[in-house]
């Protein structure tokens, strides 16, 4: 009988077991996890609720979505797409709903009802808890020890690499120091601050660089999160681990060029010559104060009294207001890394090590991280299930 090992019980080795159960129920599988339960991670993820998809409904290249990892996730995502993904958790008997926002959830609204039904697919797999690797290494009859016991093929799905991976030491593989990713920004600027709570469409970037994401931006009591800023968090996350997280944010208030604001701001001062400037306003009411003041125009100012050189301010703090980047803070209990196995050492088609026959890699290990919105519970679905269909395919 081939034995199987699988590091690591969060959604891709769980996925990875549950689909080698069904491809080939005579293989023995062991899932060797360090923490107290299976999928603690999973039973968090999307507030609790767990956002285990995307449409991918206006991502126009996979590289939006996957800031690294583009090239594995367009062959993983032919082999099992999210619309699989879909299909696969409704057969199991797990209704979903899809959000205006392109997220796909369990009806339910418990991402609990997820981790259930993996367990549930996975019975008759060996789980071993509180049970952490301590070393992989070749066995002299072909193979690999595990902590000493020998396996048949071995999965790697331990996840982010914020501890390192000590255990794969010995194997001569190329490794990509891990970074955070899906981060908020801490800013200290008391004006801004002081809009906590405040939600807007904006586009925000990091002067003197191209990295740039729009969307939903919450202003907190710390300084910058929703989805526009944890998506170039992810974007920049190198960069600002070698900035040390120190730096510059611009906003555009309204996601749009300099002209076209320009032309808004003149076709209000046409439209409203006697109203006051803080009674007329193209974003939310405490927003436009805000950005009145730090424009340098009174609020009591009318329209007509604006001139080019106020038009030119105002246009220029609506498009690019910029405020220090001071650190980043944690996204919830969600953490995610950039790095770990260097997408150099696996066939992109098949996961497995270019080196060690036998030796697969699924989720986050590699070298692979998305935005937030479903991206990496796709990403840990897909890649868990090659690494079943290809052992299976090599028995």
Not at 149 to 170: I, M, N, Q, W
Request: net charge positive.
């Amino acid at each position: 009988m081939k034995r199987v090992a699988i590091i690591g019980a969060g959604a891709a080795g769980c996925f990875c077991a549950v689909q080698l159960r069904r491809m080939a129920p005579e293989v023995a599988i062991t899932l060797f996890e360090a923490g107290p339960k299976p999928m603690a991670k999973l039973s968090i993820t999307g507030g609790g609720r767990c956002n285990l998809t995307n449409s991918f409904q206006g991502i126009r290249s996979l590289g939006e979505a996957y800031p690294r990892g583009e090239r594995v996730l367009q062959r993983a995502l032919k082999a099992f797409s999210e619309e699989d993904t879909v299909r696969w958790f409704e057969a199991e008997g797990i209704p979903l709903v899809l959000q205006p926002d392109h997220c796909w959830f369990p009806r339910s609204q418990n991402a609990l009802d997820i981790v259930r039904c993996l367990d549930r697919g996975m019975r008759g797999a060996e789980l071993r808890l509180r049970t952490p690797v301590r070393r992989i290494g070749m066995a002299d009859q072909g193979g690999y020890l595990v902590s000493g016991e020998p396996f048949d093929y071995v999965v790697v799905t331990t996840g982010g690499a914020g501890k390192g991976l000590p255990f794969l030491e010995g194997l001569g593989l190329e490794m990509i120091p891990p970074v955070p990713s899906l981060f908020t920004f801490t800013v200290p600027d008391p004006s801004l601050r002081s809009l906590m709570g405040l939600v807007t469409e904006a586009s925000v970037g990091l002067a003197g660089t191209s990295f740039k994401a729009d969307g939903p931006l919450l202003i907190t009591d710390w300084g910058l999160s929703g989805p526009a800023t944890l998506k170039l968090s992810a974007h920049a996350a190198r960069y600002l681990a070698e900035c040390q997280y120190k730096g510059t944010v611009v906003i555009n208030w309204l996601n749009a060029n300099e002209n076209a604001v320009r032309e808004q701001l003149r076709e209000l001062a046409a439209e409203n010559p006697q109203k006051l400037l803080s009674s007329v306003h193209p974003v939310q009411q405490r927003l436009w104060e805000h950005l009145l003041e730090r424009a340098g125009l009174r609020k009591d100012m009318r329209w007509a009294e604006l001139g080019s050189k106020g038009l030119n301010r105002l246009t220029a703090t609506l498009t690019a207001d910029s405020y220090p980047l001071s650190g980043k803070s944690k996204f919830r209990e969600e953490f995610v890394t950039a790095g770990g196995v260097a997408l150099s050492n696996v066939n992109l088609s098949t996961l497995e090590s270019k080196r060690h026959p036998g030796l697969y890699f699924a989720g986050e290990v590699l070298d692979i991280d998305a935005i937030t919105g479903g991206f990496n519970l796709q990403a840990a679905w897909s890649t868990g299930y090659v690494c079943a269909q290809n052992i299976v395919k090599s028995l």
